[in-house]
């Protein structure tokens, strides 16, 4: 067990320097003018000179890379023309835009972020699940047929485009709803919630539509197996069967596809808070894709990208805790 | 839907399935009402998009060309008329604020739409095949570096890698080559991890055992005793990312960074409609319900060819199962 | 004595899935603490017609006709819950394969306690001291312990007595047990056949026992019923049916059982082996480790032995005794960790797969899965075609006569080149597996298990072509199989394995008639007896060997 977990993170982390090397070249090596990029399309020559100068662009490559994983590592020091700023581990840098630090910039959107994602999960996993049960326990009649249409539609629907007629109906047509925002939980939890409400709708709609399928399908799967027989050979009632039997075989699934879901969403809910102005990492990401202000990008890609090694690692992990039968190796 | 999702569903299908001929899978996937409907609809919608310019010429308009007369500047540039000024001239109305044919503008934005994801999912399908063999017959030194590669790969959230790259990419490249290119150059994990498995499986089986005591190479066995029980969860993967590789599409010319105006693309009319839909729904309400009829059809569709390729869902179907007559009893 | 209705009484069942009609019109009855035993080969609607004295085709699509009533229920017409009431508590059933026939995500001990909680009104904890209690009875050791290990902790014999232990636990009056043995190793199939007589006369509830095998039959039930094509062929005393048959049928399937005890018949003198001739095959301290680091096991651990040409060597053993894993070395389809091959007098053990091409057609393989073996998606012709084209035979029309003729050779219509493996039967795709071995024009065929998943009267037929393929092409025989007297019956020398090594070699007259390894003893003691009255010397024998 202690191997398995040691083995998988120790993986993990191999992935994850390969992962800054890639990100490295792509973005710093390959586009060739950092210094003018970084300095902006009207900056004069000099300007551009001096850039240089302050982000040691003259070093040769490997250096400059080197000081950007020991950056992450145990932190660096960055000159800012009239001085020198420290940044702490894990450093992924300094913005071009705004001279903030890109790790201060990322953990003050983390809570954001975070927020929308756990509401819309606990949303989209009890409506998914639920959704996923009543299928396969309504197996053959009405009821799967109507579930299954709308699982269908959800998959085919955008997020934005639901949120888009959610914010349309209710907010402005029927004027129920105050236009989403993001309110911290700590000011008001109350503004929190109402503010959140409709991200959280749509999010957990359209993500629903995935689960309610994956339940289905496993627990559809299950209830062809032959032990369903031997405890319906012995008496047991389909309420059993479903509850206990059939949706045990729904959870190692689930989980792992939660975990990998949650980690994915934590680097960004891109579209869900463009579309709703809500200010976490996605949104933060996709205004820095349109300023091209590298080290932002840089730092966010990095930081999904550990999300989904980690969500990774706990996916196996904890498929391998709910399915017994998997031997952990 | 999510790429492990995918995998999970596409994968799910035995290696071993009787053989199926191209006449036989299409009788399947006609047994099957709604496929045939959404078959219909897909083929339309294809139609449309390779005949657009016929089509645009046929209603006399063009994509591009401004109408300055037919929209109220006065209030801010609404489509003069009933219904976003829909006429016998402009089938669909126009554009809030500049005018442009609205009929033309989709024409042309399914074009994209359905080309870019076409060539994504071919891209896609081609990496993961080559990559998945070459991990399932390479040595074993081969398969754990493209493992980790795979792992690597996992870890680029589509979304927010197309993202990054949109950002340092010259505009001069053509957008539509480049997000293909994006997504499937990074969406190539699911295929590979699928072929990687079945191919895997297979390679385990009597049949192959038997073909390499008959002397062939290796090869020749991977051609003529693989790929042929490959082609269907490859189908399958392909026939249900499809879709969602239009829902990508859009999510990115939706928030800015996909398709560049002018060229027309239905995400990016989302973004425009944002703004008027209380003065012209009709704006927002065709692109977005355009949107959400291709992907549903080629939803519907996806999940008729699974249906149709696995043979366990075929005898439901109770089509082409014969099978010699000493089945259990 | 009171007049009393039977246990079970069934008229005129019918059973049909779609057009098929798996049961057509059977009728029988079993008194409280009979034994009948329902034997037939696959697709003789046996089991279907066991499903149907629980009601386990409802809901399935299935067609139920005719009148079941099992413990005074009307299983036809009962509703859902005087069925459910029925099932577990008046008669319980015993499936086949006991590792799927128990949920893998609970502990056994918890699954017990479930079933035995819908019939009885007892607290959570009684029930599961009543788990305890019955797996303690099915011969459980440390019951309690046990109890809360997953189905997959438990070894086959293991599940398959846990299995009994949930039948036992509502004392039902009836237990149906479908092919109860039939995964499970001889040895271990000897203990559950003695446990569940043991059980039987005990608690005295009455035993429907279905089964393919006759052998089984015969060491555990009263009365026995012939099923074929879905109908009754023979009934009555089981030392009647098996001593003095009277239906053709009936005859036919006994003449097809193995035997142990018979010979190898050979109609032609067999050929003597000079002491000098050199072996076709010769292995020496063959050895082959699987895993890596500390879970590194040998499969085959240090075994020598050689084939002639002409002649057949049977290798007999149990599941994991590595005799799957020999017969893949022995073509090279696994390569040997340590130890030498010999073929022909040349060392090919260690041969890179370039080098070995030109050696591949000559050693050939049989395999077990007739659907395994032949790739769905290619017509038989073009797999048996396959050695031809790899020898570089490129004219079509001289391939498809080879075919042909090879096709005709193993009993099939060579018309039928182009059809699908689907489309063929067990034992003819078996048949088409021997062609496709037989084109590359071998020296030495391995036969891994060839005849296990098919019916006895195929089986019988399989093993006649082998023999006779044999002494027209005097091609080297190697013969791996489970089952005692199918060995016996092919071979002419044989190695019995275990754990990885072979603990007796010989003739098979002398290993078979004076067997000096214990274990070897053991297993010809577990081999279920066709006579009544030689199974229970056997039972009485085994018991001895296990209190020795």
Redesign the interface.
């Known amino acids: 067990m202690t191997g398995f977990l040691l083995r998988r993170l120790g993986g993990a982390a191999l992935v994850l320097l390969a992962l800054t090397a890639l990100l490295y070249a792509i973005f710093y090596v390959a586009p060739g003018d950092v210094a003018q990029i970084a300095c902006g399309p009207r900056c004069s020559p000099a300007q551009v000179a001096q850039v240089t100068e302050q982000l040691r662009l003259d070093d040769p490559v490997y250096v400059q890379y080197a000081h950007f994983l020991q950056g992450i590592v145990a932190g660096r020091d960055f000159s800012t023309g009239t001085g020198t700023e420290h940044c702490a581990m894990p450093c992924l840098g300094v913005s071009y835009q705004s001279d903030q630090q890109v790790t201060q910039l990322i953990l003050a959107k983390l809570p954001v972020t975070g927020s929308l994602v756990i509401g819309a999960f606990a949303g989209w996993l009890l409506l998914g699940v639920g959704t996923g049960v009543l299928s396969a326990w309504r197996r053959g009649r009405l009821t799967e047929r109507v579930l299954t249409w709308l699982t269908l539609a959800g998959s085919a629907t955008p997020v934005f485009v639901i949120g888009l007629l959610l914010i349309i109906v209710f907010c402005s047509t029927l004027q129920w709803l105050p236009a989403p925002s993001y309110v911290p939980f700590t000011e008001n939890p109350e503004q929190w919630a109402w503010g959140l409400l409709l991200p959280w709708t749509s999010l957990a709609l359209i993500e629903s539509a995935k689960y309610a399928r994956l339940t289905r399908s496993a627990m559809l799967e299950t209830l062809a197996e032959d032990h369903v027989r031997t405890f319906r050979a012995y008496g047991v009632g389909e309420r059993a069967i479903i509850g206990r039997h059939a949706l045990r075989g729904a959870v190692a699934p689930v989980i792992a596809l939660s975990a990998l879901d949650f980690g994915s969403m934590f680097g960004g809910a891109v579209l869900t808070e463009s579309l709703f102005g809500i200010p976490g990492i996605g949104r933060e990401l996709v205004h820095a894709v349109k300023v091209v202000d590298l080290p932002v990008v840089v730092g966010m890609v990095l930081v999904t990208g550990f999300f989904v090694v980690l969500a990774n690692a706990v996916a196996d992990l904890l498929y391998a805790l709910a399915d017994r039968r998997v031997v952990l190796s | ?2 790429e ?2 995918l995998v ?2 596409a994968g ?1 299908a035995p290696a ?4 199926s001929g191209a006449r036989l899978f299409l009788r399947r996937l006609r047994a099957q009402r709604a496929a045939s409907a959404a078959a219909l609809v897909v083929l339309l919608l294809v139609l449309v998009a390779l005949a657009a310019p016929l089509l645009t010429a046929l209603a006399g308009q063009d994509p591009n060309a401004y109408h300055p007369d037919l929209v109220d500047s006065a209030a801010g540039g609404v489509p003069i008329g009933s219904f976003g000024g829909i006429s016998g001239e402009h089938w669909l109305g126009v554009e809030p604020g500049t005018g442009r044919d609205l009929f033309a503008r989709i024409v042309y934005g399914a074009r994209v739409s359905l080309g870019v994801a076409l060539v994504a999912t071919v891209l896609q399908i081609a990496l993961g095949l080559v990559i998945g063999l070459a991990a399932a017959l390479g040595s074993r030194g081969v398969d754990q570096v493209l493992g ?1 590669i795979t ?2 790969n ?4 589509v ?3 197309a ?6 990419v010259p505009e001069s490249f053509p957008r539509p080559v480049l997000i293909a290119l994006v997504i499937g150059g990074i969406g190539w994990s699911g295929t590979s991890k699928i072929v990687r498995a079945q191919a895997l499986a297979l390679k385990s ?3 192959v ?8 190479g290796k090869w020749s066995i991977a051609r ?2 693989l790929l ?2 490959l082609a269907a969860p490859v189908i399958t993967y392909a026939a249900l990312a499809f ?1 969602t590789n239009i ?1 990508v599409e ?2 990115l010319s ?4 996909g398709i560049k105006p002018p060229t027309p693309s239905w995400g990016q009319m ?1 973004t425009e ?2 703004t008027w ?2 003065a012209a729904p009709t704006y ?1 309400l065709i692109p ?1 319900g355009l ?2 009829v291709t ?2 059809a080629l ?2 569709l996806g ?1 008729g060819v699974r249906t149709a390729l696995d043979p366990r869902a075929a005898s439901r179907l109770g089509v082409g199962t ?8 | 004595m009171t007049t009393r209705d039977p246990l079970v009484e069934v008229s005129g069942l019918t059973v049909d899935f779609g057009p098929v009609r798996a049961v057509d019109g059977l009728s029988f009855t079993l008194e409280a603490g009979g034994a009948l035993g329902v034997v037939g080969e696959s697709g003789s609607g046996k089991s279907a017609s066991a499903y149907a004295l629980l009601g386990l085709h409802r809901g399935t699509g299935a067609r139920v006709g005719g009148s079941v009533r099992v413990a005074g229920t009307d299983v036809n017409t009962a509703d859902d819950r005087e069925l459910r009431a029925l099932r577990g508590a008046g008669a319980a059933m015993v499936f086949q394969d006991p590792l799927s026939s128990l949920d893998p995500y609970y502990p056994v001990g918890d699954q017990i306690a479930e079933v035995y909680r819908v019939h009885r009104p007892v607290s959570r904890k009684a029930a599961r001291a009543r788990a305890v209690e019955v797996l303690d009875r099915v011969g459980i050791p440390d019951a309690a312990r046990r109890s809360r290990l997953r189905p997959h902790e438990f070894s086959g014999g293991m599940r398959q007595r846990a299995l009994i232990a949930m039948a036992l636990a509502c004392e039902p009056g009836l237990l149906i047990a479908d092919e109860p043995t039939t995964a499970l190793d001889v040895t271990v199939q000897a203990q559950i056949l003695d446990l569940l007589h043991d059980l039987r006369h005990e608690t005295g509830m009455g035993l429907l026992l279905v089964t393919h095998d006759v052998g089984v039959a015969a060491e555990s039930v009263d009365e026995v019923l012939v099923m074929r094509h879905g109908k009754e062929v023979e009934r009555g005393p089981v030392a009647r049916v098996l001593g003095a048959p009277r239906e053709p049928y009936t005859k036919e399937l006994l003449a097809a059982v193995p035997r142990v005890e018979t010979r190898r018949v050979v109609p032609v003198p067999p050929q003597r082996v000079a002491e000098d001739e050199a072996p076709l095959l010769e292995a020496v301290g063959l050895r082959r480790e699987f895993g890596r680091g500390s879970g590194r096991v040998a499969a085959v651990d240090g075994v020598s032995l050689t084939v002639h040409a002409g002649r057949t060597l049977g290798i007999v053993g149990e599941s994991g005794s590595g005799k799957t894993t020999l017969g893949r070395m022995l073509v090279r389809l696994l390569d040997p960790t340590a130890g030498r091959l010999r073929y022909g007098g040349r060392e090919i053990g260690s041969l890179p797969e370039k080098e070995l091409r030109s050696f591949r057609r000559d050693l050939q393989m049989v395999f077990q899965d007739p659907v395994a073996s032949l790739n769905p998606r290619r017509s038989v012709g073009e797999s048996v075609a396959d050695p031809l084209r790899a020898a570089g035979e490129s004219d079509e029309g001289r391939i498809r006569d080879r075919v042909g003729e090879l096709l005709e050779r193993v009993g099939l219509d060579p018309g039928r080149y182009e059809r699908y493996p689907h489309e063929f039967s067990g034992g003819q795709r078996q048949r088409v597996g021997i062609a496709r071995a037989l084109a590359a024009g071998p020296k030495l065929i391995v036969c891994d298990e060839p005849v296990s998943a098919l019916d006895v009267t195929t089986q019988a037929q399989v093993v006649e072509l082998l023999s006779e393929l044999q002494r027209e092409l005097g091609i080297g025989l190697v013969f791996i199989a489970h089952d005692l007297a199918v060995v016996r019956q092919v071979s002419d020398e044989v190695a019995v394995m275990r754990r990885g090594v072979i603990v007796e070699q010989g003739s098979a007259d002398a290993v078979y008639a004076d067997p000096q390894d214990p274990y070897t003893r053991q297993l010809l003691a577990a081999v279920p007896a066709l006579d009544p009255g030689l199974a229970a010397a056997r039972r009485t024998a085994r018991k001895e060997l296990a209190r020795a």
């Open positions: 839907m999510s492990a999702l999970q569903e799910a071993v399935a009787p053989a980790r792992d690597i996992v870890a680029l959230p979304m927010v890698i993202l990054a790259l949109l950002a340092i089986l009597d049949f055992a038997a073909a390499r005591l008959s002397g062939r003529r005793e042929p029980s879709p829902i859009a999510a939706f928030l800015g960074v989302l409609a944002d839909y209380q927002l977005a949107l959400f992907v549903l939803t519907v999940e014969g099978t010699a007559k000493e089945g259990a009893a």
